[in-house]
């Protein structure tokens, strides 16, 4: 009997009702009670969807970040927090975002909030984690709490429940020490709180515990994999059973690592590493299980459920219950319930599975297992159907883009003249100062902006309307970037829902959800298209909105795209051509929109790659294939303009210092970096590597409601000038600003502008 389980489930809601409630405790405008009780709430449901599972996830449940309960639970919170009193969630929501609630009750104690932690990619996703820190004086102590409370709830709801925990290594290796200090040498402090918590657990009766350690799909070099083994040697005195899942890719040479850990069970990613399956038969000691995720955890097609069926029956037979199944990874990544979806195209929809859907398909599959195929056939034959009908859908295949991407040649991606002939041409016509000020693109979506997006939408609202409310809204935009005295402005993107669902709306063989939500981080959800089929751009998608935001004013006005890496690594991607087969198109398609930008009169030009990095293999042998087709898919996007239009790109929370030269490759006249989180460590990258452009390292941290002063912003910049020559230097925030508030805004804003003069009259 094939026993089912799941790694983690989706803890927004299927109407992002944790979202709403946490933007409403941060103002302010609920109570604590009220959040804690909605998160109540939200677990009891998400555990009713997953009762007919052997088992349930327990933990997987988080307020903010998984990585942050981690930090909790084992009591390594930044020293910058450690003297505030009070309620641990506000604690929580400090290193989260710098502060916790706007109410009287915490201003007496948080005063003007606290830096926040750093945040990055969960590997190669596109959540985002707050980095654990550590110190050489870093020490651990347990507070179970928080696991304790939700064991009980599930186990009142009579659910059988598996514990879900960040294991030791990753949790190290994924963390960031703040001093010299070699993070591995805290293994030996780390161990004995982790020991106490699973027998903390065992004692409330747990038999099963998942421990997640996905490092082990990335290349460890001998350190880490002693690590592996003095963590799992010292932790299998303990008196539960654990279930060591490894998610995201391969084991490949990890295989035997992976295999010969003290652990009672192993689970791998089957989706991604399905090479690893076959060894792994011959290597796994006999009473270890096996649990293969046989479903994607990461995207939203139907899984092929026969195929799956006609390679693992042979496994299942030969293991018998010490076969497990499961998603590949946590269903974190994926919306909720497809069946919310009334508007989506019918015919892609029938291709689709989100949460619940795989969760079915889970069942289907372990009922066809453990009882034959004959008593799911009726599903079975469906499914088929529709695996079938989308192979064979004229929608999904264009001969004429097949035949653009035969015209590629190398010349495509290549700009007329090299940078220092383009800088001369595009200062002489730009005449901009030193330290020139702008920023990433969008300014605060507004409740007005909602509303007149919603009317729209629901038809209350008509085309002329909707344009004229958007056009208010960036003359606003314009009126107070004048005001702030920024030098190159931008037009605010108030008629953008996204940077990447925007695109994905105007280009053919793009499908959109309505409630398609996806956490990126904390209360940021994200609703990424569903690229289905060969893209076209049929016409032009933000040239009118540009030239209306530069005719009212003789300030450079910045041309605003999301380039083709991004789109794609922030979409649902097909699974039926490589990756950059469609990347390729979509920078086809988002070349002819930079092309009509400049003939528009536009010279300033940012293509957002804020997705670059995530999109690298977790192994560096594999990089190498991967920056080669995205950094000519953002060339051939890019560089077929005059050397008078100044190319921009911005990326979000990448290290760059292992794919600085990639970067440098794109070619792109100004870099804009997130740098402020972390006090300008990444620019490290750039001592050691002549980095030949222009760079905007950001200064205003625009994930956290606190307001950077004019001093803290010149003293990033210094230090950002002691590894970039300062007359290549721009200042800018980290972000785009739509998350934020005009209140916040405009003072943080005002800020950033008085520093860049300060500046200038020391240059």
């Given amino acids: 009997m094939a026993i089912t389980h799941n790694l983690g489930f989706p803890r927004i809601g299927a109407k992002r009702e944790l979202k709403f409630a946490l933007e409403s405790y941060w103002k302010g405008e609920s109570s604590r009670d009220a959040l804690k009780a909605l998160g109540a709430q939200l677990r009891r449901r998400h555990w009713g969807n997953q009762s007919e599972l052997d088992f349930v996830p327990v933990g997987d449940f988080a307020f903010y970040d998984q990585m942050l309960d981690m930090s909790f639970t084992l009591g390594n919170l930044p020293e910058r927090v450690q003297g505030f009193q009070g309620d641990v969630l506000d604690n929580y929501f400090r290193v989260a975002r710098g502060r916790s609630a706007q109410s009287a009750e915490h201003a007496a104690c948080c005063g003007g909030g606290v830096a926040a932690g750093e945040m990055t990619k969960w590997f190669d996703t596109n959540y985002h984690y707050i980095v654990p820190e550590f110190t050489s004086a870093t020490t651990f102590q347990l507070d179970a709490s928080r696991l304790l409370t939700q064991l009980a709830e599930a186990r009142q709801l009579g659910l059988n429940p598996k514990p879900v925990i960040i294991g030791p290594v990753t949790y190290l290796a994924q963390g960031k020490a703040k001093d010299d200090s070699n993070k591995l040498a805290l293994l030996d402090r780390i161990l004995p709180v982790y020991a106490e918590l699973l027998d903390t657990l065992a004692a409330q009766g747990v038999e099963w515990v998942q421990i997640d350690e996905p490092m082990l799909v990335t290349e460890l070099d001998a350190d880490w994999k002693h690590a592996f083994n003095t963590a799992y040697h010292q932790l299998k005195a303990t008196k539960v059973k654990l279930l060591l899942a490894t998610y995201f890719g391969q084991l490949a040479e990890n295989l035997h690592l992976a295999a010969n850990l003290p652990v009672a069970g192993l689970h791998i990613d089957a989706i991604n590493g399905r090479e690893d399956v076959q060894p792994l038969l011959n290597l796994l000691p006999a009473h270890k299980v096996l649990s293969l995720g046989v479903i994607n955890g990461r995207n939203i097609w139907k899984t092929d459920l026969n195929a799956v069926l006609d390679w693992i029956e042979p496994i299942a037979e030969r293991l018998g219950e010490r076969l497990w199944i499961a998603p590949s990874c946590s269903l974190l990544h994926v919306p909720v319930d497809l069946d919310s979806e009334q508007k989506l195209d019918a015919e892609v929809k029938s291709w689709l599975a989100f949460a619940l859907q795989k969760l079915d398909e889970l069942r289907v599959l372990a009922s066809a297992l453990n009882n034959g195929r004959a008593a799911v056939k009726a599903v079975l034959d469906v499914n088929k159907a529709a695996i079938d009908a989308r192979s064979a859908s004229p929608r999904v295949n264009n001969p004429a883009v097949k035949a653009a991407l035969l015209k590629i040649t190398h010349e495509l991606g290549k700009r007329q003249s090299p940078y220092a002939q383009r800088a001369t041409k595009q200062a002489a016509l730009l005449k901009l100062p030193a330290y020139p000020t702008t920023t990433i693109g969008s300014f605060p979506q507004t409740a007005d902006i909602r509303h007149a997006r919603s009317e729209f939408k629901a038809g209350r609202l008509d085309e002329a309307g909707y344009q004229a409310a958007m056009r208010k809204e960036i003359e606003r935009a314009v009126r107070e970037q004048e005001a702030l005295d920024l030098d190159v402005l931008v037009h605010g993107e108030a008629e953008r829902n996204d940077m990447v669902e925007y695109f994905g709306e105007q280009l053919e063989g793009y499908a959109f959800s309505q409630f398609g939500w996806v956490q990126s981080y904390g209360s940021r959800c994200v609703k990424p298209p569903i690229l289905f089929g060969d893209i076209t751009r049929p016409q032009a998608m ?61 010279r300033i030009i ?77 620019l490290d990258a750039f001592e050691n590597f002549h980095y030949p452009n222009e760079i905007g390292p950001g200064v205003y941290d625009i994930h956290s409601p606190n307001i950077p002063t004019q001093e803290h912003i010149v003293q990033l910049m210094k230090k950002a000038a002691e590894r970039v020559p300062a007359e290549r230097l721009w200042v800018n925030p980290d972000c785009g600003l739509k998350t934020r508030q005009w209140p916040e805004v405009i003072p943080a804003l005002t800020n950033m502008v008085a520093a860049a003069k300060a500046l200038r009259q020391v240059a």
């Fill in 606 to 682: 940012q293509i957002d790659e804020a997705a670059l990095r995530e999109g690298l293999p977790l192994r560096q042998a594999q990089w190498q294939t991967y920056l080669g087709w995205a950094v000519e898919s953002f060339r051939i996007t890019a560089n077929g303009v005059d050397d008078e239009t100044q190319i921009h790109t911005h990326m979000c929370y990448s290290e760059f210092n292992d794919i600085i030269k990639a970067i440098a490759d794109m070619d792109a006249d100004v870099i804009t970096i997130e740098t402020s989180r972390s006090d300008m460590e990444l």
């Fill in 542 to 602: 933000t040239v009118e909105w540009i030239k209306y935001a530069q005719s009212l004013t003789q300030r450079p006005m910045k041309g605003m795209l999301t380039g083709p890496v991004t789109i794609l690594n922030w979409s649902f991607v097909r699974d039926d051509q490589p990756r950059s087969v469609s990347c390729y198109q979509l920078a086809l398609a988002i070349r002819e929109e930079v092309l009509d930008l400049e003939r528009a009169g536009v």
